[in-house]
């Protein structure tokens, strides 16, 4: 199963591992854990680590690499398979590019695709190859792939969790990954972040057939010292998994006035009304943008008609 992977690796001295822009624990986990996997099973390889960094650098740090460097070099990326979205397009320069990912879309570039869809995180992917191959793994790389699999299985809760994923992090956690430690970083919340929070589920209002929704306008983010995407996307699942709220939504006033509206449904598809106002996404969780408060509650009263007519369909 891994057996193209372990090839590449051994044909090559020198490897640069890319991984997609902006990245989250997945990326970086995946991209670090590599790393380690290689220097502690492959001998005379000198890998590299590149791309953009952001919040999550405290599970490690990027590279400096000349470009001369991927002269007869191999490059891996992993968690991407969109050129568009790789990060640092040096990836050319190399001999070969081998991608290892486990997102649902085929791949635009590459020479070798190494496709695992049926994993929760390409952490899991290279956690699940450590032990079906018996390689070796150092505490600190158990830790970086466990961070990945933590954050792309939104901490064991989503649908695609199942018995490999617990499989792979109770290895990882054997093999000396400090769980806690992880989490305080994973978990632990800006304070302004959580008065946002309590604002959100102190403040948001209900239509007559139960849509849940706030209003923010741009003064808002000002209060609480938050970016317009920290209250948009960030805040519309305050008002998520409440007992009889079918439909919830997140209207945020950007600076030039115009609004992001975030919908979220549990099972009514609403991605034609989010079409409607010139947006989209997916069946229940999609959204547009619309330049008027007006036009917010047309979204709105689009939303309640919709539950009106199912509740009447019964
Ligand atoms: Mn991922």
């Not at 190859?129 to 792939?145: F, G, P, Q, R, W």
Request: aromatic share 8%; charged share 25%; with cysteine.
């Amino acid at each position: 199963m891994y057996s193209k992977i372990i090839e590449k690796i051994e044909e090559y001295d020198k490897i640069v591992i890319h991984r997609h822009k902006n990245p989250d624990l997945d990326a970086l986990g995946s991209q670090l854990g590599l790393k380690g996997i290689i220097e502690d099973n492959f001998e005379g390889k000198d890998v590299r680590v590149v791309g953009d960094e952001n919040e999550y650098g405290f599970i490690g740090k990027m590279d400096d690499v000349e470009d001369a460097f991927y002269n007869e070099a191999l490059v891996i990326v992993v968690d991407v398979a969109v050129k568009a979205l790789v990060s640092d397009s040096r990836y050319t320069l190399a001999k070969e590019v081998m991608i290892i990912d486990h997102h649902l879309n085929k791949n635009d570039f590459g020479d070798v695709f190494c496709s695992f869809t049926e994993h929760i995180a390409v952490s899991q992917i290279l956690t699940h190859m450590v032990m079906e191959e018996n390689l070796l793994i150092t505490s600190d790389t158990a830790h970086k792939l466990l961070s990945g699999i933590i954050s792309d299985s939104g901490r064991f809760l989503y649908p695609s969790v199942n018995a490999i994923t617990f499989k792979c992090a109770a290895f990882l956690v054997e093999k000396g990954a400090d769980l806690q430690a992880l989490y305080t970083r994973m978990y632990n919340e800006d304070l302004n972040f959580k008065r946002l929070k309590g604002h959100f589920i102190n403040q948001f209002k209900t239509t007559t057939h139960n849509v849940a929704y706030m209003k923010n306008d741009k003064r808002l983010k000002n209060k609480y010292h938050v970016s317009t995407f920290a209250v948009s996307r960030g805040m519309v699942n305050q008002m998520a998994n409440i007992e009889g709220v079918p439909i919830w939504a997140n209207f945020t006033e950007e600076d030039d006035g115009s609004i992001l509206c975030e919908l979220r449904s549990k099972a009514l598809p609403i991605v034609d009304i989010a079409k409607k106002y010139g947006g989209g996404g997916h069946a229940l969780a999609c959204g547009c943008t619309v330049h008027s408060w007006n036009e917010v509650d047309s979204v709105l009263d689009d939303l309640d008609t919709l539950l009106e007519s199912e509740a009447a369909n019964g």
